[in-house]
């Protein structure tokens, strides 16, 4: 499970708290700032604690090239460029002060993933409270120390890396001072099967790593997640667009406000039954505990009588001698007439 805690603008993240859900606007705004807006007020609408942008160019993300090394593969965007596709997905800087602004009035929490310096630059100026440091930037050691060194707490997906590269971004994020971390299990493929979104890494990220751990969820439905909650994830990250009939870059693993406030409300269910150990009957419990066993004298007996096998029986409700004791009261004489139906005490017993 998830261990220690920080705030984000206020919000707790980790133990104790329920997990935040971080609805990932991406490139779903299709080119215009006046659907990301309207996106950003459909988030809250579906009741998002914090709402999260990715903050590039194509000329800060890749090259401008059509070799080989540069084409995409898998389904979903398969042949085209790095830089074609950033293009269209990317968040124009100068878009992002409206967007913080409008997240702000909503009383969103924002924030958003640099892809290098300029983009901590422009996100510093926006004075944002957190970082998330994407999976593919995880060996971009020189972004995760810039990142690090603004002080603010800093997410950190998986995707790809293995644990010999989390260990080296952790490491350096521990060198820069940064211990307000929560990392993001996450599988780097778009969409994610549901088979293969390996939440069990949840409690493996939180015992290997000893902070936060939530999970970034490219599966197409909500039972991920709910696993992941399940498992103690501190952080639900998950990709937001209007209609996935729109067909924006990133829609085909995306929820839909609807989809987005039964996340929200399941989330919140699911933590909630989690819970703590328990070790003791609860409050609710104790109208329960009066119709636990115990042995009750099952006909009327005369005092001096022995008590047969066929005059105490081990029945509901409490109330009389433990069960455990059966076989001692079996064939002791009472000591006064007991009536049929009252619970057995010692004292009723001759010795």
Avoid at 174 to 193: D, K
Avoid at 223 to 231: G, H, I, Q, R, V
Avoid at 256 to 263: I, R, V
Wanted: hydrophobic letters at 45%; proline letters at 5%; glycine letters at 8%.
């Amino acid at each position: 499970m998830a261990q220690g805690s920080f705030e984000i603008a206020g919000r707790k993240i980790g133990a104790g708290a329920p997990p935040l859900v971080l609805a990932e606007l991406s490139g779903n705004h299709g080119g215009s700032l006046e659907k990301a807006l309207a996106l950003i007020d459909a988030c809250a609408d579906a009741g998002a604690e914090a709402v999260k942008f990715q903050t590039y160019t194509p000329d800060t993300i890749t090259l401008k090239s059509d070799a080989p090394a540069f084409r995409v593969g898998g389904a979903l965007w398969g042949g085209r460029t790095l830089y074609d596709l950033y293009e269209e997905a990317h968040t124009p800087y100068e878009w992002h002060a409206a967007m913080f602004a409008r997240a702000r009035e909503l009383g969103l929490i924002a924030f958003s993933s640099p892809f290098d310096d300029t983009a901590v630059d422009l996100l510093e100026s926006l004075d944002v409270p957190a970082y998330k440091i994407a999976s593919c930037e995880v060996d971009d050691v020189g972004l995760i120390a810039r990142v690090a060194r603004t002080g603010k707490p800093v997410l950190i997906s998986t995707g790809a890396a293995t644990d010999t590269e989390m260990d080296e971004a952790m490491a350096v994020l521990a060198a820069e001072g940064c211990n307000n971390v929560c990392i993001l299990h996450c599988v780097s493929a778009y969409p994610t099967p549901v088979d293969r979104a390996n939440v069990a890494s949840v409690p493996y990220l939180a015992g290997r790593y000893g902070v936060p751990v939530g999970f970034s969820d490219h599966t197409e439905g909500l039972e991920a997640a709910m696993a992941a909650t399940a498992l103690g994830a501190a952080i639900i990250e998950k990709h937001v667009c209007m209609r996935r009939a729109d067909g924006d870059i990133d829609s085909a693993f995306s929820l839909e406000p609807a989809e987005l406030a039964e996340l929200i409300r399941a989330t919140r269910a699911v933590a909630s039954a989690v819970g703590t150990p328990k070790s003791a009957p609860l409050d609710i419990e104790m109208e329960s505990r009066r119709f636990k066993r115990s042995l009750f004298v099952t006909k009327d007996v005369k005092a001096g009588d022995s008590l047969g096998p066929d005059a105490v029986r081990s029945v509901r409700p409490a109330g009389g001698l433990h069960p455990r004791f059966l076989a001692d009261v079996v064939g002791r004489k009472l000591a006064s007439d007991v009536a049929a139906g009252t619970p057995l005490q010692w004292d009723m017993l001759i010795d």
